[in-house]
């Protein structure tokens, strides 16, 4: 392909320009949001019902009757809750608002006769059933854990907000309440229940509306979420890894982060050929593929195809992390999207490696220290390691990650030791103590997955933390030495982000912007370790190969951003399963992936 990015035609600019949310939607879902709001305000602040904008307070949807607070909070609520889903197209937002707004405008006629009531409730719903066509959006992947993560949000802010209804009555409560018993009649309001606070006249009835409405609210959405068709997260089926397994065979040697295309918590679309795949997992309504195209060069267009008429389908935003130069020419070309340099990628050939030489002369003199402290290496390939002592190490590495959840999607394959994965390459570091460990001797394991026939990626890096500093550059010393006896000339190490700006910045002469630009990323790496990945590549005098994010506009990085630190599991802002039920789902997993491996070995 050209060195530069193809020009885009104008039928990928008409068919795969990305599923970007339209004009009336957008405006719908933020109306949407502002009645919310002002239906909230109403219903909680009684200075803003009496205040200039108590003629508008009074005629919003659902502000009517006896129980016009509990009603309005009820209202705002709701109405907030769709408006993100409206925003997204969403078809079951649209179901949901098309039945609330009548009911609210016929409520207003009915108990009100307010004819300005019902024009507002009428001027949302007549765009939503005239563009309805726009809202087609499939529901986002979820659990049952969903409704738990509802509920705890719901209450937590139900409390608040019920604080805040039950302070905002100053002159009304009698006596003096303390913190702890405006709290109490909070809790007690959710359920119903009058509490230990009183007020005059009718004051008590509208914070015991406006407290159940909360109550009720907080239960019918969580009852909803728990109860509604599960859609979870698509996940590679066996017929699917082994379509992919089939491609990485003839294309894997094309790109190095082919092989983590077999992470069993992504999905996968095909081209309507079968030549070609894109795998993707969906984070905070962000579709994220990461790496290239698998498979042949030519039917990539039609796997990129899929994946946006998939994004499209959902209203998901599209996101390519960590695509090589020629990946990210073709996803320009093909949808029209824009790509953006991201970091740089640390290949190391193995024939020109070398321990000599000044450059070499710290990771040479650690070597040298930690083999004279009594370590040894082992280089192996899965297949030959023996059951028992597989498992010891799959249970190492998993003590040793050091936090709660499994790091790394674009480059991380996200299991160690299974059975299908025979090609995957190990390195671990040994050393006999007087006092054997809960692993015996093993203090280190590095784990390599197949670039090719020729290739090794690096997975990841676990060490014990009681062994001597060093023990990953030993490692990859002794992965690089040992490369030529399994027929690799090639190995590729971690990704280092923003390396070209790191590198420039030191640099005498670097300007004032670009100097502030790598004090940012030294200051952020105190918590995402750019600069230390940086350092820790650069030992090894590897070529750097530049990684590409491809994204639809720029105000979609933020929120792309985001929703790869959390696929790579720097970020979590969903609720976790129990341990015990990550150790069980893991467990049924297994006998599944034997099973495949066996199949494919009767096959072979």
Same mark, same amino acid.
């Given at each position: 392909?050209?060195?530069? %990015?193809?020009?885009?035609?104008?039928?990928?600019?008409?068919?795969?320009?990305?599923?970007?949310?339209?004009?009336?939607?957008?405006?719908?879902?933020?109306?949407?949001?502002?009645?919310?709001?002002?239906?909230?305000?109403?219903?909680?602040?009684?200075?803003?019902?009496?205040?200039?904008?108590?003629?508008?307070?009074?005629?919003?949807?659902?502000?009517?009757?006896?129980?016009?607070?509990?009603?309005?909070?009820?209202?705002?609520?709701?109405?907030? %809750?769709?408006?993100?889903?409206?925003?997204?197209?969403?078809?079951?937002?649209?179901?949901?608002?098309?039945?609330?707004?009548?009911?609210?405008?016929?409520?207003?006629?009915?108990?009100?006769?307010?004819?300005?009531?019902?024009?507002?409730?009428?001027?949302?719903?007549?765009?939503?059933?005239?563009?309805?066509?726009?809202?087609?959006?499939?529901?986002?992947?979820?659990?049952?854990?969903?409704?738990?993560?509802?509920?705890?949000?719901?209450?937590?802010?139900?409390?608040?907000?019920?604080?805040?209804?039950?302070?905002?009555?100053?002159?009304?409560?009698?006596?003096?309440?303390?913190?702890?018993?405006?709290?109490?009649?909070?809790?007690?309001?959710?359920?119903?229940?009058?509490?230990?606070?009183?007020?005059?006249?009718?004051?008590?009835?509208?914070?015991?509306?406006?407290?159940?409405?909360?109550?009720?609210?907080?239960?019918?959405?969580?009852?909803?979420?728990?109860?509604?068709?599960?859609?979870?997260?698509?996940?590679?089926?066996?017929?699917?890894?082994?379509?992919?397994?089939?491609?990485?065979?003839?294309?894997?040697?094309?790109?190095?982060? !082919?092989?983590?295309?077999?992470?069993?918590?992504?999905?996968?679309?095909?081209?309507?050929?079968?030549?070609?795949?894109?795998?993707?997992?969906?984070?905070?309504?962000?579709?994220?593929?990461?790496?290239?195209?698998?498979?042949?060069?030519?039917?990539?267009?039609?796997?990129?195809?899929?994946?946006?008429?998939?994004?499209?389908?959902?209203?998901?935003?599209?996101?390519?992390?960590?695509?090589?130069?020629?990946?990210?020419?073709?996803?320009?070309?093909?949808?029209?999207?824009?790509?953006?340099?991201?970091?740089?990628?640390?290949?190391?050939?193995?024939?020109?490696?070398?321990?000599?030489?000044?450059?070499?002369?710290?990771?040479?003199?650690? %070597?040298?220290?930690?083999?004279?402290? !009594?370590?040894?290496?082992?280089?192996?390939?899965?297949?030959?390691?023996?059951?028992?002592?597989?498992?010891?190490?799959?249970?190492?590495?998993?003590?040793?990650?050091?936090?709660?959840?499994?790091?790394?999607?674009?480059?991380?394959?996200?299991?160690?030791?299974?059975?299908?994965?025979?090609?995957?390459?190990?390195?671990?570091?040994?050393?006999?103590?007087?006092?054997? !460990?809960?692993? !015996?001797?093993?203090?280190?394991?590095?784990?390599?997955?197949?670039?090719?026939?020729?290739?090794?990626?690096?997975?990841?890096?676990?060490?014990?933390?009681?062994?001597?500093?060093?023990?990953?550059?030993?490692?990859?010393?002794?992965?690089?030495?040992?490369?030529?006896?399994?027929?690799?000339?090639?190995?590729?190490?971690?990704?280092?982000?923003?390396?070209?700006?790191?590198?420039?910045?030191?640099?005498?002469?670097?300007?004032?912007?670009?100097?502030?630009?790598?004090?940012?990323?030294?200051?952020?790496?105190?918590?995402?370790?750019?600069?230390?990945?940086?350092?820790?590549?650069?030992?090894?005098?590897?070529?750097?190969?530049?990684?590409?994010?491809?994204?639809?506009?720029?105000?979609?990085?933020?929120?792309?951003?985001?929703?790869?630190?959390?696929?790579?599991?720097? %970020?979590?802002?969903?609720?976790?399963?129990?341990?015990?039920?990550?150790?069980?789902?893991?467990?049924?997993?297994?006998?599944?992936?034997?099973?495949?491996?066996?199949?494919?070995?009767?096959?072979?």
């Amino acid at each position: 392909m050209s060195g530069g %990015v193809p020009s885009r035609s104008s039928r990928a600019r008409r068919i795969l320009r990305g599923p970007r949310p339209e004009a009336v939607p957008v405006l719908v879902g933020r109306a949407a949001a502002l009645v919310g709001v002002l239906d909230i305000a109403a219903g909680v602040f009684p200075r803003f019902r009496h205040s200039r904008m108590h003629a508008i307070a009074e005629v919003l949807p659902g502000s009517f009757g006896p129980f016009a607070a509990a009603l309005s909070l009820s209202a705002g609520v709701l109405l907030l %809750v769709l408006a993100h889903g409206l925003k997204r197209c969403k078809r079951r937002a649209w179901r949901a608002a098309v039945a609330l707004l009548p009911a609210g405008a016929a409520a207003q006629f009915a108990y009100r006769h307010s004819v300005i009531g019902v024009l507002i409730a009428v001027a949302l719903l007549v765009p939503l059933l005239i563009h309805r066509d726009e809202f087609a959006a499939l529901p986002d992947p979820r659990s049952r854990w969903r409704a738990l993560a509802n509920f705890i949000l719901m209450s937590a802010s139900s409390l608040v907000l019920g604080l805040v209804i039950v302070s905002v009555h100053p002159h009304r409560t009698i006596g003096d309440p303390s913190l702890a018993d405006r709290l109490t009649h909070v809790v007690y309001g959710l359920f119903g229940f009058e509490g230990p606070v009183d007020y005059q006249g009718n004051t008590s009835w509208t914070v015991a509306f406006s407290l159940g409405a909360l109550g009720w609210i907080t239960a019918v959405t969580s009852i909803y979420l728990a109860f509604r068709p599960e859609h979870p997260a698509a996940r590679l089926t066996e017929e699917d890894e082994s379509r992919l397994r089939a491609l990485l065979e003839k294309h894997g040697r094309r790109d190095s982060l !082919g092989h983590f295309a077999l992470r069993r918590d992504k999905a996968v679309v095909f081209s309507p050929s079968g030549k070609a795949a894109v795998t993707y997992r969906v984070v905070s309504g962000v579709m994220l593929a990461s790496g290239d195209p698998v498979g042949d060069v030519e039917a990539w267009p039609g796997a990129i195809e899929r994946f946006m008429d998939e994004a499209k389908a959902h209203s998901w935003t599209p996101a390519v992390m960590g695509c090589s130069e020629t990946g990210g020419e073709v996803w320009t070309r093909e949808t029209g999207l824009d790509a953006l340099e991201l970091g740089d990628e640390a290949v190391v050939d193995v024939a020109d490696f070398s321990l000599a030489g000044r450059a070499m002369r710290n990771v040479r003199q650690m %070597v040298k220290r930690i083999e004279r402290a !009594g370590y040894e290496t082992r280089v192996r390939r899965i297949r030959d390691l023996g059951d028992a002592e597989l498992e010891r190490i799959r249970r190492a590495a998993e003590d040793w990650r050091g936090t709660d959840t499994e790091r790394g999607f674009s480059m991380a394959l996200g299991r160690v030791g299974d059975a299908a994965d025979g090609d995957c390459l190990i390195a671990t570091a040994h050393k006999q103590d007087d006092e054997p !460990g809960e692993y !015996g001797d093993l203090k280190a394991v590095l784990h390599f997955v197949p670039w090719g026939e020729d290739g090794a990626s690096l997975d990841l890096m676990r060490r014990d933390r009681s062994a001597d500093p060093g023990m990953n550059e030993l490692l990859i010393v002794a992965a690089l030495q040992a490369a030529p006896k399994f027929g690799i000339t090639r190995i590729s190490l971690n990704f280092a982000m923003f390396r070209s700006a790191l590198a420039r910045g030191e640099k005498i002469g670097a300007g004032p912007v670009l100097r502030a630009w790598r004090g940012l990323l030294v200051f952020l790496s105190r918590w995402f370790q750019i600069e230390s990945l940086y350092k820790f590549n650069a030992k090894f005098q590897p070529r750097w190969e530049p990684r590409f994010v491809v994204y639809r506009n720029t105000a979609d990085l933020p929120r792309i951003g985001l929703a790869a630190m959390q696929a790579e599991g720097f %970020v979590n802002l969903a609720l976790p399963l129990p341990r015990f039920l990550r150790r069980r789902r893991a467990a049924a997993e297994r006998p599944c992936t034997h099973a495949m491996a066996e199949r494919d070995v009767r096959a072979a």
